[in-house]
């Protein structure tokens, strides 16, 4: 080592401040525990929840009648049979007290006659969806959370801090080594509990809808560390993400909103509609699952139905122009801006990965299989099965964050510090040696080219539709990835040079496509979001959960029972 | 996979750090019409020059707000301001501590690591 590392103490460490690392500080803090909140951009910017636009998901009731068991039975049928139904039972009851307990911090979700306004979004049984007006949901409930962060002095936020490893002494966790983007000096932080709140693993697709720092890392951390993942083959494809013309500015998923509210109509490249020849019905409704109409847009432009770009067409030309103002507002001239008149127009759409349904194994507290550590937010496998229900996200995010920092300041109420310093060395060694820390190591720009590599890999071989033999490619070349990497020096990290970051960040990409990989080839039917040309039956004795853990450097994959209620 | 032909622009762009005389670095970049500076500085990033220092986190989304810089001596995000046939300038923000490239001190002062270490000393 070159030089001491930074070093902080605290009861609770949440890693990611999107809305679940958030909502875990916030309710660790309430519950007598001291946090530090690191995000490797900055708090509360980043990741998912900012590009959110629509919609959250809770049977408030407020619309029409509704019950969390209605909500429930929703999540449950959209899950294909895999939802850990412990889980989903706590994100759908719980869903309503947070929706409630953000009201009271002004999130301002939409109104109307004086209650919230709820819409119905595909698989809900009523409408049942809120929202903050116009596509502003995301930065709503982001700018809510980092207000409710910065009271009192219990929380404590970094913004550019990237956590490398989690510290484990005697099995369980007791802190995390990290370096400081700005000048590259290495971080070590005491806790008695950790909570992985670093989101899902969307960026290692080539088309996704993720922000640059959702590539694994929680999935990577909580795997190293000794706990478990599930449920790692189902990846969510959105699948009316933005194709073409070119529009930046906008969330690629924004077009989502725009159906629940004005029905669009889903066109092939012959300008006809096609989702009723995969089973669904579309007919200018929306209603068709994500994970059917996924595969028939893939299927359609196969077929050499697609359009120019290789997509569907989504048209709302058939919808008056005052409709279209009154509903979006202010969008409507951002999207003119972009060159992009829906009333004279269809736009391109196509897939675009989107959410991980799998993750990191939890029982009801959020507590891993490992002492002291947790998990919040997309980050945890199961509660959503096969098949995430549009707007479930959201909810996850704060249903899981408030339990993880709930039961983690619990656990650790009273207990001295475990921590000791010898225990980090080895990832201490690791960064200064790899050009942490300052050191003399030139930046190794070989590795660049392998992230984008990896997310064409995942791309064309586990990605919407797999074969035995594209999986068995894709295995393969991860794991001489992975080797590769090993050999490549990361270079430095002062100066905000993000080489350091991209090496790290590669590693936990690389560990955790090996782990949707592996889980992908063993699971040998289709079944929602899990599409196999060679197993293309959904198999009842699969109705299981997959555990994916780490055996040495190997991933290994098999099947536990569900979790039932 | 797109059809569209692919244009050429030039888009220079400042480098250093505060204690270096800022010098320009000029790229030809190619683009599609409709791109943005962002998309500009990722390939540089990804194709020419990993060193290339930048700060974004959502991706043309406008949504986490961390690509501020001067476009053209105005201040912008990257991930709005279109490339155009013309070259154009990229500058860091100037009323912000300059840390490398077009990288400046945007995180709140709370949220320093070095003011976290000063109010967390027992």
Redesign the interface.
């Known amino acids: 080592m070159l030089s001491e590392p930074?070093h902080?103490?605290?009861d609770v460490l949440v890693v990611g401040a999107g809305a679940a690392g958030m909502y875990a500080a916030i309710a660790a803090a309430r519950n007598g525990a001291d946090v530090?909140l690191v995000d490797k951009?900055?708090?509360g910017?980043?990741?998912a929840t900012?590009?959110a636009q629509m919609t959250v998901a809770a049977a408030v009731g407020e619309q029409s009648p509704d019950t969390w068991e209605d909500h429930y039975a929703d999540t449950l049928t959209a899950g294909r049979g895999l939802c850990n139904e412990q889980l989903a039972a706590i994100l759908c009851e719980e869903a309503v007290e947070r929706i409630w307990e953000m009201d009271g911090w002004k999130v301002g979700w939409a109104r109307e006659d004086g209650h919230m306004k709820q819409v119905t979004a595909p698989g809900h049984s009523v409408p049942r969806c809120v929202y903050v007006d116009f596509l502003n949901t995301?930065?709503a409930v982001a700018r809510c959370l980092r207000g409710e962060v910065?009271q009192g002095?219990k929380i404590?936020?970094?913004?550019?801090?990237g956590i490398i490893d989690l510290v484990v002494q005697d099995g369980a966790v007791t802190g995390a080594v990290g370096y400081?983007q700005?000048d590259g000096?290495p971080?070590t932080i005491a806790a008695n509990a950790v909570i992985l709140a670093g989101g899902g693993l969307t960026g290692i697709y080539r088309r996704n809808s993720?922000?640059?720092?959702m590539g694994g890392d929680s999935y990577a951390l909580a795997l190293r560390a000794g706990a478990e993942l599930v449920d790692m083959e189902f990846v969510q494809f959105f699948p009316i993400g933005h194709l073409?013309?070119?529009?930046?500015?906008?969330?690629?998923i924004m077009w989502d909103p725009f159906r629940y509210k004005l029905g669009g109509r889903l066109l092939n490249g012959q300008m006809e509609e096609f989702i009723h020849n995969y089973g669904a019905e579309d007919s200018g409704k929306y209603t068709a699952p994500r994970d059917i109409t996924s595969f028939a847009i893939v299927q359609e432009a196969a077929a050499g139905r697609g359009t120019?770009?290789?997509g569907a067409w989504l048209s709302f030309e058939h919808v008056p122009e005052n409709d279209l103002r009154d509903a979006f507002g202010p969008v409507i001239d951002k999207l003119l801006n972009?060159?992009i008149d829906l009333t004279k127009q269809a736009i391109e759409v196509s897939p675009i990965a989107h959410y991980h349904m799998g993750g990191i194994r939890v029982d009801g507290a959020m507590a891993t299989g490992v002492p002291g550590l947790y998990a919040a937010g997309e980050a945890v496998g199961g509660a959503n099965g096969a098949n995430r229900l549009s707007g479930n996200a959201l909810p996850e995010a704060f249903v899981f964050g408030e339990r993880a920092g709930r039961f983690a300041a619990k656990a650790v109420a009273g207990k001295t510090r475990a921590w000791d310093g010898a225990a980090a060395n080895d990832a201490l060694d690791q960064l200064a040696a790899r050009g942490g820390n300052g050191g003399d190591v030139e930046?190794g720009?070989e590795f660049?080219g392998m992230a984008?590599e990896l997310r064409e890999l995942m791309w064309d071989q586990v990605g919407l539709i797999r074969t035995t033999e594209s999986l068995e490619t894709a295995l393969a070349r991860i794991q001489s990835m992975r080797s590769e990497l090993e050999a490549l020096p990361a270079g430095a990290a002062a100066?905000?040079?993000?080489?350091l970051r991209?090496w790290y960040d590669l590693r936990s990409s690389l560990l955790t496509a090996e782990a949707v990989t592996v889980a992908a080839l063993n699971r040998t039917e289709s079944r929602g979001a899990h599409w196999r040309e060679d197993y293309q039956q959904t198999d009842p004795a699969l109705e299981q959960t997959q555990v994916v853990g780490l055996s040495g450097d190997k991933v290994e994959a098999a099947y536990a029972p569900l979790e039932r209620r | 996979m797109s059809g569209i032909e692919k244009q050429i622009m030039t888009l220079r762009v400042q480098r250093g750090g505060p204690d270096d005389t800022p010098r320009f670095d000029e790229f030809q970049v190619p683009y599609e019409p409709g791109a943005s500076v962002l998309d500009a500085l990722v390939w540089i990033r990804q194709d020419v020059d990993p060193t290339l220092a930048i700060r974004y986190a959502c991706v043309n989304a406008n949504a986490c707000k961390e690509c501020m810089v001067r476009v053209n001596d105005k201040v912008d995000y990257a991930c709005t301001a279109r490339l155009t046939s013309e070259p154009m300038t990229v500058e860091p923000l100037s009323n912000k501590r300059l840390i490398r490239d077009l990288v400046t001190d945007i995180v709140p002062p709370k949220e320093q690591l070095s003011a976290v270490v000063e109010t967390r000393k027992k």
């Open positions: 930074i902080l103490d605290t530090i951009n900055l708090v910017r980043g990741g900012i590009m995301g930065p910065a002095d404590a936020r970094i913004s550019g801090v400081n700005e000096a971080v993720a922000s640059a720092n073409a013309p070119r529009l930046v500015g906008m969330d690629p120019p770009h290789g972009n060159g930046p720009p660049h984008k100066g905000f040079d993000m080489s991209g």
